[in-house]
């Protein structure tokens, strides 16, 4: 047994059996809904099948534009074991390639960040431009019609969307994340203008527990008075005032407003793109299937969730502020405004991470009471809407 598998007699329940729990709790009324079925976070046959039904189908966020803004920048991510190189091309443009080489498909770049000229394989030296044409292949004159215009990397659909870079790996083309999104844009998260935002720190964090665990912890904000006494509980929104978002089969939200109209979680005054209680307002969203959001007006929270094995998961996870918030911070003092922020951050994380993984250990047993759901954890049932929809055969 590796290190993060977890004993679990649900592991060896079969793909048609858990596709047959999921189906009973999708269907079922937001009023009598059920948690997710715990044989879906820990099957291996059901972990396999959602590879494929939704990390090679749907549309994953790989970070925020303005941490690739130079020529040559790069980033790379693993979704379901693909590794993706993104690169900041010269016209501006956002490009993406299968990061494994065109000779014999050795890893290209082993780095999660950095800035080059050129990529160069470590093993035979194949040596492509940003744009992933190959510009040099070291003696393969001595190979008859080789072409160099036909060995250039694999490209990635690649797509932005409110300062967000998004990439798909599906081989028929998918609709656009901007069609997907566009009630959320348009009635929800549109006037705050996140893409202008700055990122000021990315990290990752590997957990041990499924990767539907974080997106169940995020999508209900239940807990944050219980769990976030440290951090998110200090901006006091009482439960009774959560609003949870319409059905839709490409994301979840809640949202509520916080009390006080100025200061931490409020707009800055010169911010005058927010009217009214939205200049004091909160949103939770859930890019299906793995992207994370807390957006406020002088604060954004984004995370990627990526599954490793099926109780193990990557969370590459950044924070972005507005300018106007930024430009009141004396340059003098901005270190020590980061690491604050950075602390402030790690601790949330980890009030998350004991009950992220309390989830995924409680929910190993077979033996397990019904369970229910708040009636502000409504984004859970969405969810499962969502996995039903994806996953069924
Ligand atoms: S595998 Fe990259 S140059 Fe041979
Ligand atoms: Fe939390």
Same mark, same amino acid.
């Given at each position: 047994m590796l290190k993060n598998e977890r004993l679990s007699i649900h592991k060896g329940s079969s793909l048609k059996s858990v596709l047959t729990e999921l189906e009973t709790a999708a269907m079922l009324s937001f009023e009598d809904s059920v948690p997710i079925p715990a044989a879906v976070n820990h099957s291996k046959e059901f972990f396999t099948h959602e590879l494929k039904s939704i990390f090679l189908k749907e549309w994953i966020c790989v970070g925020r534009e303005d941490e690739i803004s130079n020529e040559g920048d790069f980033l790379t991510h693993e979704v379901a074991g693909v590794s993706i190189l993104i690169v900041r091309q010269t016209n501006g443009s956002i490009s993406s390639f299968i990061n494994a080489c065109a000779h014999r498909f050795a890893r290209l770049v082993q780095e999660k960040s950095g800035n080059t000229k050129r990529f160069i394989c470590p093993y035979h030296a194949w040596t492509y431009n940003i744009g992933g044409e190959l510009i040099r292949a070291p003696y393969m004159e001595m190979k008859n019609c080789f072409d160099k215009k036909t060995n250039g990397l694999h490209l990635v659909n690649t797509e932005i969307w409110e300062g967000f870079v998004y990439i798909n790996l599906a081989k028929e083309k998918q609709k656009s994340v901007s069609s997907r999104l566009k @009630?959320?844009?348009?009635?929800?998260?549109?006037?705050? !203008?996140?893409?202008? %935002?700055? #990122? =000021?720190?990315?990290?990752?964090?590997?957990?041990?527990?499924?990767?539907?665990?974080?997106?169940?912890?995020?999508?209900?904000?239940?807990?944050?008075?219980?769990?976030?006494?440290?951090?998110?509980?200090?901006?006091?929104?009482?439960?009774?005032?959560?609003?949870?978002?319409?059905?839709?089969?490409?994301?979840?939200?809640?949202?509520?407003?916080?009390?006080?109209?100025?200061?931490?979680?409020?707009?800055?005054?010169?911010?005058?793109?927010?009217?009214?209680?939205?200049?004091?307002?909160?949103?939770?969203?859930?890019? @299906?299937?793995?992207?994370?959001?807390?957006?406020?007006? !002088?604060?954004?929270? %984004?995370? #990627? =969730?990526?599954?490793?094995?099926?109780?193990?998961?990557?969370?590459?996870?950044?924070?972005?502020?507005?300018?106007?918030?930024?430009?009141?911070?004396?340059?003098?003092?901005?270190?020590?405004?980061?690491?604050?922020?950075?602390?402030?951050?790690?601790?949330?994380?980890?009030?998350?991470?004991?009950?992220v993984q309390a989830l995924n250990q409680g929910s190993a047993s077979t033996i397990l009471p019904k369970g229910t759901l708040h009636p502000i954890e409504k984004n859970l049932w969405q969810f499962t809407k969502y996995l039903h929809k994806m996953c069924r055969i």
């Open positions: @009630f959320l844009k348009d009635e929800v998260v549109g006037r705050y !203008d996140m893409a202008s %935002y700055k #990122t =000021v720190m990315r990290k990752t964090m590997t957990w041990d527990a499924n990767w539907k665990n974080l997106i169940e912890n995020f999508t209900e904000s239940y807990h944050v008075p219980i769990a976030h006494k440290k951090t998110f509980a200090l901006h006091k929104k009482p439960l009774e005032v959560y609003y949870c978002g319409e059905d839709n089969d490409h994301f979840c939200y809640h949202r509520a407003a916080q009390e006080a109209d100025t200061g931490s979680g409020a707009a800055h005054p010169k911010n005058n793109r927010l009217k009214g209680e939205w200049r004091r307002m909160m949103v939770d969203c859930c890019v @299906f299937p793995c992207q994370l959001i807390t957006l406020m007006p !002088d604060f954004l929270w %984004y995370i #990627t =969730v990526l599954p490793l094995d099926i109780g193990r998961f990557e969370a590459t996870w950044g924070v972005a502020i507005p300018l106007e918030v930024l430009a009141d911070i004396p340059s003098s003092e901005y270190e020590n405004w980061l690491s604050e922020l950075s602390d402030y951050m790690d601790t949330a994380n980890d009030e998350d991470k004991i009950l």
